[in-house]
T-cell receptor, first 113, second 114 residues
Framework: DQQVKQNSPSLSVQEGRISILNCDYT??????FLWYKKYPAEGPTFLISISSIKDKNEDGRFTVFLNKSAKHLSLHIVPSQPGDSAVYFCAASEAGTASKLTFGTGTRLQVTL | DSGVTQTPKHLITATGQRVTLRCSPRSGDLSVYWYQQSLDQGLQFLIQYYNGEERAKGNILERFSAQQFPDLHSELNLSSLELGDSALYFC?????????????FGEGSWLTVV
């Protein structure tokens, strides 16, 4: 049962344009969401997070939007740069004493020149 | 550099053997997590420790075990290794144990079972 889904395995965007990566979840107990960037054979690097009490969080070129009613979140990267090319994972944790993350399957972003 | 240190970075071993992966969390972090990433799968949660005590368990095989020591470093023990255990094993840490924590990952230990 995949509780966190990233339905687009890959995305190609031109440099300077906006990249939009999407994530859907099914578990209504999730209350904290994170985006990680990952290069092959390296550990995931934390990018940005959002609590379920918010609907938007911004950090530089990265903005995460949360739509709780739709159980959907998205990561916007503006403007996209070639160095952004990587696999992006959406992750979520449940309210409670354990903060383990449930990850989506990832979206490979390719930013072209 | 996330501040989470994992050793060894690469390990090749034979089927049936036992290995130990080591993790030092970020300074000040009390919670440690272990994740597995196989070639055909995403990041799978294995187990979480907080201040020496097990807090959550995921899809961890009975052949695998972990512990967190008083100095907060953690070890993941993998025994009776099978070819399918070949994967990247990530350790991660966070300040505390509840939701709302940012979890930082190490660079991973690449295990190859031959």
């Amino acid at each position: 049962d995949q509780q966190v889904k990233q339905n687009s395995p890959s995305l190609s965007v031109q440099e300077g344009r906006i990249s939009i990566l999407n994530c859907d979840y099914t578990n209504s107990m999730f209350d904290y969401f994170l985006w990680y960037k990952k290069y092959p054979a390296e550990g995931p690097t934390f990018l940005i997070s959002i609590s379920s009490i918010k609907d938007k969080n911004e950090d530089g070129r990265f903005t995460v939007f949360l739509n709780k009613s739709a159980k959907h979140l998205s990561l916007h990267i503006v403007p996209s740069q070639p160095g952004d090319s990587a696999v992006y994972f959406c992750a979520a944790s449940e309210a409670g004493t354990a903060s383990k993350l449930t990850f989506g399957t990832g979206t490979r972003l390719q930013v072209t020149l | 550099d996330s501040g989470v240190t994992q050793t060894p970075k690469h390990l090749i071993t034979a089927t049936g053997q036992r290995v130990t992966l080591r993790c030092s969390p970020r300074s000040g972090d009390l919670s440690v997590y272990w994740y597995q990433q196989s070639l055909d799968q995403g990041l799978q949660f294995l187990i979480q420790y907080y201040n020496g005590e097990e807090r959550a368990k995921g899809n961890i095989l009975e052949r695998f075990s972990a512990q967190q020591f008083p100095d907060l470093h953690s070890e993941l023990n993998l025994s009776s290794l099978e070819l399918g255990d070949s994967a990247l094993y990530f350790c991660a840490s966070s300040v505390t144990q509840g939701s709302g924590n940012t979890i930082y990952f190490g660079e991973g230990s690449w295990l190859t079972v031959v």
